[in-house]
């Protein structure tokens, strides 16, 4: 992108953010046009504009503006771009549809499908700007590969061939799935110098193709020499999908590494393999390096390398491989990994050669914090050994399967609509709101955009017999509540000042229309954590043959292996099995692990979230008891002619539960009460000896400290998560159209159950 284009890029279109339902579009060309839109729909066209990849470049960059531009100035939808091919227009058309389908209100959605059809011309202009948006996304991923990946997963049916099925209740709007995996091309100037015979290249040339290969991780690990060294004979190519790089049992030249794309292994001669494989654990991407077993050891090559999508390399030669010493480094790599497995336990009984053999078909790899290592670890081909730093066994729960949580929720509704008459039809969902919201004093500046991620994640409420009963019921708990109630609603007032008919056409066109089979709620639970010198994926290694073709006796629920910053090594499952000896095989069978059912993580997540809002609601009560303690205390101790300022006062208290004690910190903001309680006084501040009291340990007073049936699950290590996600299509979303559809969601499973 040249700078001009940079420049022009804001005038062409930009939207304006001021009032909730219009928005204006500015065109380059000076015009103005008012589009009506709800909040939703604008937001998520927004967000399709501005979805960023990972590699931080905005998908607003200016091409696509201008391809926008482009497309909204002609005349019917079917015209807006020429180079567009028949299939392309196809799954678009299908896309859009769903995405109407699933965003749009449920008026618009008729009408807009009708429109599309009948190309009118009143609602042209909207039906272009929502489809040409999509269309460039969809383009974009094409061109960056990640098309692949958007039409070849199987929960979206996008394929070509299936275009022409009906796919708008498979799918759910999520923009996360139009997310593409951006890694940059390698540069133009940076070709030529690749592409130049080692002796033409200048030291300048070297030094910024050597700048450029330094975001690889695989050339960083070199000392700066070799870099130099590998800058002078580095090579480029470029291949498609489906291309084999390096096919088993051929005789290797060549070490690669990978620029941009992404490549897949497989240990079987047969290429085709890898891509009825459905997980990612072979895959090889941007920084990843392939092709040095055959170059140290002089051996035929050891598996196959297949190009899922365009991917870009930077390829060595034998000969100078070996030359600029790389080789040594790797065999020393290599060393340090058969080093470890010969200290490692599990191995101990096998020789030498087993152990160098083990090695060469393993990888190191290393994870930042919150990388999945793998999404199926109990069905994985591969085990994980750590050698540094540790990683987490997650499970994702879908609560709306579980009778016991649907129970509990239903309960919350019953106790909480005879209490509360007033309140919304989900007021454990508003809870979760307020209690992010109590802290906002000044409400009037608050803004809806300051509401964090989590604003529609709710907190399953307490509800324990014992508990629940006594804590809604209680007066005092009411009016923390109703108060609160009435800060959200001013702040909402606030943000959005609309028409009473507005707000009643908002909320009813709030509703979300979803596939409710497709979603759920869910949480993620932590079952264990892998720590240094433990391995996962011992299951693979136990599975019978049987075990694996028909799935018998065997847990298949999905685990996922997520990194908390590690540094592992990958062995091939096959690979174990294969050198395995009696002794090898009990122990591994020794130290598979159990994990807890379903239902146990399910009682675990509910005795926790149920511990953490019986503490937020006796937080609640202490700080408001003592305030009103303070109030009684000093009601005429003010000093006129000063500014009210915020007080801000930690509280502690002990709760104990059986077996254990635990402390309780709480913050209190709020501006003293007393001078609100004086009308026409001017404002004033206290002596801060006089209004802000020394933190003091309240003695929990006993209808609220000590009762709670807590029973720690001793054999779960399993910490409830406090978000609850909305699965849409086994993928996760956390987005504020939650709050309605888990409403929605409950709604069904009451009817259900
Ligand atoms: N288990 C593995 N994990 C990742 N890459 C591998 C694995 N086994 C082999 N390879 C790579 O696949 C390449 C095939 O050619 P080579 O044997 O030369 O070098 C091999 C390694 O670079």
């Not at 690669?256 to 895959?283: H, M, Q, W």
């Not at 509540?481 to 909320?507: F, G, L, M």
């Amino acid at each position: 992108m040249n700078k001009k284009d940079r420049g022009k890029s804001d005038s062409v279109f930009s939207w304006n953010d001021q009032s909730a339902n219009v928005r204006t579009v500015t065109w380059e060309t000076g015009k103005k046009l008012n589009i009506k839109m709800y909040e939703k729909n604008w937001k998520t066209v927004k967000s399709l504009m501005t979805v960023r990849s990972r590699g931080k470049k905005s998908l607003q960059s200016t091409r696509y503006v201008r391809q926008l531009r482009y497309s909204l100035d002609m005349d019917t939808p079917e015209n807006t771009d020429q180079e567009e091919s028949e299939e392309e227009r196809q799954i678009a058309r299908e896309l859009l549809l769903a995405r109407f389908k699933n965003v749009v209100t449920k008026e618009y959605d008729m009408t807009f499908v009708a429109k599309v059809k009948e190309h009118d011309e009143q609602h042209c202009f909207q039906i272009m700007l929502l489809r040409s948006v999509f269309v460039n996304v969809l383009k974009y991923a094409m061109e960056k590969g990640g098309h692949e990946k958007i039409t070849s997963d199987p929960r979206l049916r996008l394929k070509v061939n299936h275009a022409q099925l009906r796919t708008e209740q498979d799918i759910a709007f999520d923009p996360e799935q139009f997310k593409t995996d951006y890694q940059g091309y390698f540069p133009k100037w940076a070709k030529e110098i690749a592409l130049k015979a080692p002796g033409d290249r200048t030291d300048k040339e070297i030094d910024t193709l050597n700048k450029i290969l330094k975001q690889l991780k695989e050339f960083r690990r070199y000392t700066p020499e070799i870099q130099r060294l590998l800058c002078k004979v580095v090579r480029y190519d470029r291949f498609g999908r489906h291309r084999v790089i390096i096919r088993k049992g051929h005789v290797g030249r060549r070490f690669y590494i990978i620029y941009s794309g992404t490549v897949a292994f497989t240990l079987s001669k047969d290429d085709c393999e890898v891509f009825s494989r459905p997980t990612e654990y072979y895959n090889l991407g941007k920084g990843d390096a392939f092709g040095e077993l055959a170059l140290i050891r002089n051996v035929k090559r050891s598996a196959t390398i297949v190009c899922l999508q365009t991917t870009e390399f930077l390829y060595i030669e034998k000969e100078d491989f070996t030359e600029m010493g790389v080789v040594d480094i790797l065999r020393r790599e290599m060393e340090i990994r058969v080093e470890f497995l010969r200290e490692y336990d599990l191995f101990s009984t096998w020789s030498q050669d087993v152990l160098q053999k083990v090695a060469e078909e393993s990888r190191s790899m290393e994870f930042g914090n919150n990388v999945v290592i793998d999404n199926n670890l109990l069905q994985t081909d591969m085990l994980y050994v750590v050698i540094e730093g540790r990683c987490q066994v997650l499970r994702l729960l879908d609560l709306t399967q579980r009778k016991k949580w649907v129970n509990l929720r239903r309960n919350q509704k019953k106790l909480c609509s005879s209490e509360f008459p007033e309140t919304s039809s989900t007021p454990y969902s508003r809870q979760g709101t307020y209690s992010r919201l109590s802290g906002l004093s000044n409400v009037t500046g608050y803004n809806e955009r300051m509401i964090p991620r989590t604003f529609s994640q709710p907190q399953p409420p307490p509800t324990e017999k014992h508990v629940q009963p006594r804590l809604v019921k209680s007066a005092h708990c009411c009016t923390v509540t109703q108060r609160r109630e009435n800060v959200v609603k001013e702040v909402k007032r606030a943000s959005y000042p609309c028409t009473s008919q507005e707000r009643r056409d908002r909320s009813a066109n709030s509703r979300i229309q979803f596939e409710q089979t497709k979603v759920g709620v869910g949480v993620f639970l932590s079952l264990d954590i892998i720590e240094k010198g433990q391995s996962a994926g011992l299951q693979g290694v136990v599975r019978t043959d049987e075990d694996r073709l028909l799935g018998s006796n065997t847990d298949k629920r999905h685990l996922y292996l997520v990194s908390k910053g590690c540094f592992i090594i990958s062995i091939p499952v096959e690979s174990v099995r294969k050198h395995a000896d009696y002794k090898t095989i009990q122990k591994i069978q020794k130290r598979v692990k159990a994990y807890p059912s379903d239902e146990a993580l399910l009682d675990c997540y509910l005795d926790t979230t149920r511990w953490n809002a019986y503490k937020e609601v006796l937080m609640g009560r202490m700080i408001k008891d003592i305030e009103k303690r303070r109030c009684e205390r000093k009601p005429g101790s003010m000093v006129p002619g000063m500014a009210p300022v915020k007080q801000e006062q930690t509280y502690s208290c002990v709760i104990s539960r059986p077996g254990t004690q635990r402390t309780i910190y709480g913050r209190s903001q709020s501006t003293l009460s007393q001078q609100e309680s004086i009308p026409g006084k001017r404002q004033a501040r206290l002596p801060r000896s006089v209004c802000s009291p020394s933190p003091t340990i309240p003695k929990p007073s006993p209808e609220i400290g000590g009762e709670y049936p807590f029973k720690p699950t001793a054999t779960i290590y399993a910490q409830g998560s406090r978000r609850n996600l909305v699965i849409v299509n086994g993928r996760i979303r956390t987005n504020t159209i939650q709050e309605e559809v888990e409403e929605q969601l409950l709604n069904r499973c009451v009817q259900v159950y």
